[in-house]
């Protein structure tokens, strides 16, 4: 918290004016106090620098990660270059990221270094690093399952960014619920959750409930909060993953996409429980 702007400036305005000038020192001081922090928070990481650093540090753990079994499997490097597409990564971005994979898998890579170091690159934004760790998830269930040596590996990831266990586990879990939302969702191309449909077979209610429990889990509210909570909910990680603001605070442009179909994924979950619910 920054002040200074304010103790000149109440104390100025108290020697050249009156208890009114004072006031208005203040005022003016914490409006200096207020532009100094803007351009301080936003220099490091808003620069292209920083930016390029934490896209190379998110294909470098990826590859870090995949290599802990050992051995980088065919699935673990299709994750990677089927994200490197879900930006739109051509030419030399593209190479840097396949460096950056190719980097990670080192077995003499500095992990915790280069953790500490995003951190700080960050200023510890927490809405980045947890888009940096659901980055990390991609990766961890290519094959569809998570091996104890990954855990293992996201969980020290996961430390060394701050968060805890319980933490992590939400995360894994809003991860996978996503994840089986939206191919539930692409493959039926549409919602039916009419208990009274006569036609729908018992798996497809099955699958019509399943999909409704991961749009909770994916807003991160239980079934049975009401229907302002949900709302409150689904503004809450809108206001996290929404790409403008992950971009204004310095989310690398080749990522936007990713950030956009996060967001649109809450927007499908969270229309899916009004629907179902018949709120407005």
Known sequence: MRIWGKIFGFLFGL?????????????????????????????????????AQFFFTSFAVMGHIAKAKGVVTSQEIQIASMLMDQMGLRGAAREQAQEAFRDGKR????????????VKLVRGRRDMLQMFLELQMSGVFADGKIEPIERDMLDRVAQLLGFSQ?????????????????????????WSY?????????????SSKQSLDDAYQLLDIAASASDQEVKKAYRRQMNQHHPDKLVSKGLPTEMLELAKQKAQEIQHAYEMIKQVRGMR
């Open 166 to 190: 319980a933490e992590l586990d939400r995360v894994i879990g809003r991860w996978e619920a996503e994840s089986r939302f939206q191919r539930q969702r692409q493959h039926s191309g549409h």
């Open 15 to 51: 020697m050249f004016g009156s208890w009114l000038g004072a006031i208005l020192g203040l005022w003016l001081g914490h409006k200096f106090d207020q532009a100094i922090g803007q351009n301080f928070n936003s220099g490091l990481f808003n620069n292209t620098n920083g930016q």
């Open 107 to 118: 077995a003499d890579y500095p992990l915790d270094d280069e953790l500490r170091n995003l």
């Open 194 to 206: 009419e208990s009274g449909n006569q036609q729908s077979s018992s798996q497809q209610a099955h």
